[in-house]
């Protein structure tokens, strides 16, 4: 419903030429449905218009959209530990990148480290870049928008780190109760036990790092996201002390 057809392009004299064959293109454009801002979950937790039952129905349709979801044909490779390793390294970085608003980063990754090594097993999944920006709920239905990780190695995660990463902005606007109504709905769905409560504090945290650098970064250039990271930021101030 939200992804139409792709288009064929190439870049002729500075500008973006649709071209009718897909031999002549450089890249291949998706054309999608231009969806209403204010159905965005930023949008809808920022407002507060939000049901209980509106946070059960979006858990449920992200279980589906986890469990619907097909491989490419491509196999990943690393295994649980490499992948949770490869994902600290990286939060390291990508908290760095705003240690301008976020001068402390170093105390919150390094307990991340601490508490990664006690996460229980489990299995790998195919895991979306999902978050408030890019879910979109309208008449009831979810709809997820450009959630395709941008770097190969987070294609694949622990389950279930889908969960915890919208659950988590679900958390930080909404409270606990609209939390564990998200978080009831997927797994109602998805049909699997839940994890052990100190492993859920784990993946909020990891969250936490993800969204507050990252609304931080947004906030250069919107007052609105600017707010938002600073909403984040306190929450994991807060939220880091579960660990001490």
């Given amino acids: 419903d939200v ?6 392009t190439r870049i002729k004299n500075g500008q973006i030429e649709f071209v009718g064959d897909s031999e002549e293109a450089e890249e291949i454009l998706l054309v999608t449905r231009l969806l209403p801002e204010d159905r965005s979950l930023f949008e809808l937790l920022r407002s507060g218009n939000l049901r209980m039952e509106d946070y059960v129905h979006l858990g449920t349709q992200l279980a589906r959209c986890e469990r619907n979801f ?31 608003d976020i001068p402390e980063w170093r105390i919150y990754t390094d307990v991340l480290e601490k508490v990664l090594g006690k996460l229980q097993r489990t299995e790998l999944v195919p895991t979306f870049d999902i978050h408030l920006l890019n879910i979109f709920y309208i008449n009831d239905i979810f709809y997820p928008f450009d959630t395709s990780p941008p770097k190969e190695e987070w294609k694949m995660g622990p389950w279930p780190i889908n969960l915890y990463r919208a659950a988590t902005d679900i958390l930080v606007f909404a409270g606990v109760e609209a939390f564990d109504a998200f978080s009831s709905g997927y797994y109602e769905d998805i049909q699997k036990p839940q994890i052990q409560s100190d492993n859920k504090d ?18 250069k250039s919107s007052p609105d996201k600017r707010v938002a990271a600073m909403l984040y930021h306190n929450f994991l101030r807060e939220w880091v002390q579960k660990f001490k």
């Fill in 70 to 100: 097909v491989l490419g044909e491509e196999i990943y490779q690393g295994n649980l530990e490499s992948n949770v390793v490869g994902r600290y390294q990286d939060i390291v970085q990508w908290t760095q990148s705003a240690e301008e």
């Fill in 3 to 8: 992804y139409l057809r792709t288009q064929p």
């Fill in 202 to 219: 784990v993946y909020v945290l990891y969250a936490l790092l993800i969204q507050t650098a990252y609304m931080y970064n947004l906030g």
